[in-house]
C-alpha cells in the first residue's frame, strides 16, 4: 500500500492557462473523489469515480473543469481557462469497492495569477 | 442535500488537558459521520467513523466520538491532549447507499500549548 499519489505537489500558472493534475489511487480500490479545499474551509467536493464511470459531479463544478479516469486506475483533473478564484489546493481520494473510508492524497496546490 | 456544522474555528488546549470538538449534522435519515485529521503538508486521515450500533466509538489515536441522534450531533473527545494532535479536525456526514460520498465542515483548529 503506498497510498494515494498526486502530482504535482505544486502548480503555478497565468490567468487563462489550462492545467491538469494527475492522481495515482491506492491499486486496488475502485472508487475515486476528487475535492477541492481552499484556505480556512473544508474540503468540497468536485466529482466522483466508479471504475472508469464518473458516477457523480457537484453541480458547482464549473464547465471549465473535466476529469476522466481511463482504464480505471489512475485520473486526470483538467482546468480550462484558469480564474484566480480556481487557487485551491486539489485533493484526491480513493476507496475500497465497500467504500465507506477514503484515503486521502497529500494534494494540488494550485495558484493562478 | 447533507450538511456539517463545526462552530469552533480554533480551539486551544494545554497538553493533557482534555478535548470536545463539536460537530453537528443535518441530513434526512441515520447518516455516515466521520472525522478525518489533516496535519500541514499531510493528507486527511481517518480517524473514526459511526454507521450503525454502539453510538460510542473508538478512534485511533485515543479519541472517540458520540453520536447523539436527539441533537444531531457527534462530537469528538479525548481525554487527554499530546503536542502532536495539533492539526485540522473534519467532521464529515456521507450519504447511505451508494457512493458515500462524504460532505466536509470547515474544520477546527486545535492548538495545543505546553
Known amino acids: 500500500d503506498t497510498g494515494v499519489s498526486q502530482n504535482p505537489r505544486h502548480k503555478i500558472t497565468k490567468r487563462g492557462q489550462n492545467v491538469t493534475f494527475r492522481c495515482d489511487p491506492i491499486s486496488e480500490h475502485n472508487r475515486l473523489y476528487w475535492y477541492r479545499q481552499t484556505l480556512g474551509q473544508g474540503p468540497e467536493f468536485l466529482t466522483y469515480?466508479?471504475?472508469?464511470?464518473?458516477?457523480?459531479k457537484s453541480r458547482l463544478l464549473s464547465d471549465r473543469f473535466s476529469a476522466e479516469r481511463p482504464k480505471g486506475s489512475f485520473s486526470t483533473l483538467e482546468i480550462q481557462r484558469t480564474e484566480q478564484g480556481d487557487s485551491a489546493m486539489y485533493l484526491c481520494?480513493?476507496?475500497?469497492?465497500?467504500?465507506?473510508?477514503?484515503?486521502f492524497g497529500s494534494g494540488t496546490q494550485l495558484s493562478v495569477l | 442535500a447533507q450538511s456539517v456544522t463545526q462552530p469552533d474555528i480554533h480551539i486551544t488546549v494545554s497538553e493533557g488537558a482534555s478535548l470536545e470538538l463539536r460537530c453537528n449534522y443535518s441530513y434526512g435519515a441515520t447518516p455516515y459521520l466521520f472525522w478525518y485529521v489533516q496535519s500541514p503538508g499531510q493528507g486527511l486521515q481517518l480517524l473514526l467513523k459511526?454507521?450503525?450500533?454502539?453510538?460510542l466509538v473508538q478512534g485511533i489515536k485515543g479519541f472517540e466520538a458520540e453520536f447523539k441522534r436527539s441533537q444531531s450531533s457527534f462530537n469528538l473527545r479525548k481525554p487527554s491532549v499530546h503536542w502532536s494532535d495539533a492539526a485540522e479536525y473534519f467532521c464529515?456526514?456521507?450519504?447511505?447507499?451508494?457512493?458515500?460520498?462524504?460532505?466536509f465542515g470547515r474544520g477546527t483548529s486545535l492548538i495545543v500549548h505546553p
Open positions: 459511526y454507521f450503525s450500533g454502539d453510538t
Open positions: 481520494a480513493s476507496s475500497p469497492p465497500e467504500g465507506e473510508k477514503l484515503f
Open positions: 464529515a456526514v456521507g450519504r447511505r447507499g451508494g457512493s458515500y460520498i462524504p460532505t
Open positions: 469515480f466508479q471504475n472508469e464511470a464518473q458516477l457523480e
